[in-house]
């Protein structure tokens, strides 16, 4: 009977026991703190990032006893042999277990860690009373590193030209890209059409008005009916004997209106002048404030030339290499003694001045420059503008018809004779 009350008695006394319940608790940093837990709750501070954890206070309740009672073997059986009749499968087995465990656990239990013989804590961790957490003399927390950069997402990958293009030339904006094209075509063919039949109007127009110009002697009137008939011509692309006559007749026209007040003495009387009353000591500076001033003087001037033309030699070190190259040397000399020579580099001249003579010719070209190469007065005329006189009734314009000692006929076989050089028909 003792023995009993003194069981029953146990079972409401409390253990006495001191001993130390561990813990381990993971920071987010991933920092782990161990200690033993105390009788009031602790708050602890990790070294690593300085964040504050709380710690429960030691479980007032004794540990649970552990039951005498034996469990029954376990019974490793392979998936491969049979069950036989009355023996309990893998099912059952589990089925059995899950009873016998229980449903809940202790909450003193689950808050924990069972964790047994510790040696010593971590020196990363300290485990101190709430309100009292310090490391030295202040209170220091360790803040929170950068987070890391985040992995900038691999780039696309690069679409094929084919698709591409495929995906820009749909075929609805290819059809609206065709349409487009066929418009402009189709005005493009129309504006043509008309500036042709406009073309054609001015043309009998232009001509008819010029040659009265001709008539009555209005060579301003000339020249502009004329450039209107060679633009017309342009538009149309002809080239017949009509066309290159007009064109001859509007380059004439246009030199009577634009011709120089002065002949090829004057000019070169001007040069030495100019040359003279320089106060410029440097000899190529001098020389080309001369040209600039010629060239300011007469650019825009026409000049018509009678004369000997001749093939000349080119200096390498003062011009480069051209197919034409011809000139026309003047018998007179002015005060200075030095000599004339007028630069005349025509295409047209190709088929007229024989290698090794010389052959009179009558040609008009545009001024270019006037400069003096060691001992010599060089007149040079634009070679894209130079060509040969045809006409006679420009010709007469000249003045050159006057002279006595020429005979008409003479006159008419020499302008025949540079027609057929132009391309004309004589």
Known sequence: MSKWFSSAANVFRRDDSSEPQPFQLECD?????????????????????????????????????????????????????????????????????????????????????????????????????????????????????????????????????????????????????????????????????HAARRALETVQSAIEDGRVAVEEGNWIRARDSFGEAVDAFELLGRTDAEAQEIRQLHREAEVLTRLTGGSVFEVIEAAEEAYRSSNEEDEKRKLDRLESHLRDKFSVDWFVIEGPVRRRQIDPAREKSRPFAYEIEFPWEPESGKKVRVVVDFPCLESLVPEKKSKALLLAGKFSQCSLVDDTWELRLEPETGFLWVNPVTYRALGFANDPLREQEVVDTFLKTQAAAMGMKP
């Open 29 to 193: 940093c991933g920092q782990s703190h161990v200690g033993l837990r105390r009788a009031r709750s602790q708050q602890i501070v990790c070294k690593s990032c300085g964040t504050a954890l709380f710690v429960l206070p030691g479980d007032v309740y004794p540990p649970p006893r552990e039951s005498r009672r034996k469990l029954p073997e376990a019974v490793v059986t392979s998936p491969d042999d049979p069950i036989e009749d009355g023996e309990p499968s893998i099912d059952d087995a589990d089925a059995s277990v899950a009873k016998t465990r229980p449903t809940t656990e202790s909450p003193t239990k689950s808050r924990r860690i069972e964790r047994r013989n510790i040696d010593k804590l971590p020196p990363d961790m300290v485990a101190v009373e709430i309100d009292q957490i310090s490391v030295g003399s202040t209170i220091t927390r360790k803040k929170p590193g950068p987070a890391p950069a985040p992995t900038p997402p691999p780039p696309p990958p690069r679409e094929p030209l084919g698709q591409q293009l495929k995906r820009i030339f749909t075929p609805f904006r290819l059809i609206v890209i065709g349409c487009a094209l066929l418009l402009m075509l189709t005005a493009m063919w129309g504006w043509k059409q």
